[in-house]
Structure formats: C-alpha cells, structure tokens
C-alpha cells in the first residue's frame, strides 16, 4: 500500500538558516510527489510537485527513488514560510480515479 | 484564492445527527475530492467525483455519501454522527478525473464539531 512519512511534526529553524523537511514514500510503482503548504489560517496549496523540477519561493525537491524520499530544501529560510507543510503521494486507481495520500505534515516554524 | 468555495465554514451538531457540508468547484474542474482532517488521522482522502460519477474512494465511513450535481457542486452527507467525526472537510478540485499531474485547489474547508 502506498504510504507517506513525514518523520518531524516540528521543525524550528532561524531566520537565514538552511531547511530541509523530510518526506518518505512507499509505492509499488512509479511514484507521483507533490508538496502542499497551509498558511496559517489559508486553505491548502500546491507548493511544487517532482515531475515539474521546478523551484518556487526558493524551494526545492529532488526525488530519490533508491532512497525513496522526496525532501523540500531551501537554503535560506525565510520568516514568511513558517507553515505546515505537506508531501503527498498521488495514487490511480482502478476505473480512473486518483487519490492523494498525504503525509503528517510538518509545522515549519522561521524564528528571528 | 483558489475558486473552490465550500459552505458552511463552521458546523456544531450533536451526535446521531445528519449534516450536509456542500463544495462548488473552480470553474471548468469536473473532478470533486472529499478530504477528512483530523487531529489523529490527518488528511484522509474519502471520495473523488467526476462530472457526476463516482470515480474513486478513499476511507469513506458507510455512514458517510457524496454526490456530485450537473452544475458539478458536490455534497458530501454525513450521518449518525460521533464524536470522532469532528474534523476539518476539505473539498477540492481539478479539470480532469485521471489527471495525476493536476493540482488539486483546495476549498477552506468546513470545520464540523460534534457534541
């Protein structure tokens, strides 16, 4: 079954400092990622997902299938992306549909 | 903003009770998600709708249904409610039913409380 981790539900950085917010997937095939953020008191948002290998606000992903992981990095963080973050794996299923599966989540917190 | 809109934003009912939480999708998306956010299960996909089929689903209680109208607004009904079925609904939304690529807009989600 496909199953996302996130292993910290809290990662308080400073201000400058480098980010990095782990996420482990377990899939049988080939794997579909994506990070979604939640501002506080905003709804849920596509952040970036792996297939587009793009940087948005600064943040990256790279997609390690030998080591099954798909962690968000900045190197310098910024107070404005204190947030809950998401990795979420996207599952088809049979007769067409398709699901998220979503990790945990991990608040971001960018101190001064 | 992401044009999904979802109404009501805050629901309190008491237990055994019936409630509709309803969710109007971006323009032009023909597939509706039901997502469940609790403090203990997190985001727990339900039900996914495609221009007014059931296409795929998730961990959908049997107490829970949802159905998805011409003018492609969905609602999700639950019933016999419990306590634990206090969490946050999210509806969302995309063009396409197979589109794994698609990202999905969230709508800001209905908090239900169940007492």
């Known amino acids: 079954a496909q199953r996302v981790t996130q292993p910290e539900k809290l990662l308080s950085v400073f201000k400058g400092a480098p980010v990095e917010l782990k996420c482990n997937y377990s899939?049988?095939?080939?794997?579909?990622l994506f990070w979604y953020v939640q501002y506080s008191r905003q709804r849920l948002q596509l952040l970036l997902r792996?297939?587009s290998r793009e940087s948005i606000k600064g943040f990256t992903a790279d997609l390690n299938k030998g080591e099954t992981s798909f962690h968000l990095k900045k190197p310098f963080a910024q107070e404005e992306d204190s947030a809950m973050y998401y990795c979420?794996?996207?599952?088809?299923?049979?007769?067409?549909?398709?699901?998220?599966?979503f990790g945990t989540g991990t608040q971001l917190k960018v101190e001064l | 903003d992401s044009g999904v809109t979802q109404t009501p934003k805050h629901l309190i009912t008491a237990t055994g009770q019936r409630v509709t939480l309803r969710c109007s999708p971006r323009?032009?998306?023909?597939?509706v998600y039901w997502y469940q956010q609790s403090l203990d299960q997190g985001l727990q996909f339900l039900i996914q709708?495609?221009?007014?089929?059931?296409?795929a689903k998730g961990n959908i209680l049997e107490r829970f249904s949802a159905q998805q109208f011409p003018d492609l607004h969905s609602e999700l009904n639950l019933s016999s409610l419990e306590l634990g079925d206090s969490a946050l609904y999210f509806c969302?939304?995309?063009?396409?039913?197979?589109?794994?690529?698609?990202?999905?807009?969230f709508g800001p989600g209905t908090r239900l409380t169940v007492l």
């Open positions: 969302a939304s995309s063009p396409r039913v197979t589109g794994a690529l698609d990202t999905q807009y």
């Open positions: 899939y049988s095939g080939s794997p579909e």
């Open positions: 792996h297939i």
């Open positions: 979420a794996l996207v599952f088809i299923l049979t007769g067409g549909g398709n699901k998220l599966t």
């Open positions: 323009s032009g998306d023909l597939s």
């Open positions: 709708y495609y221009n007014g089929e059931e296409r």
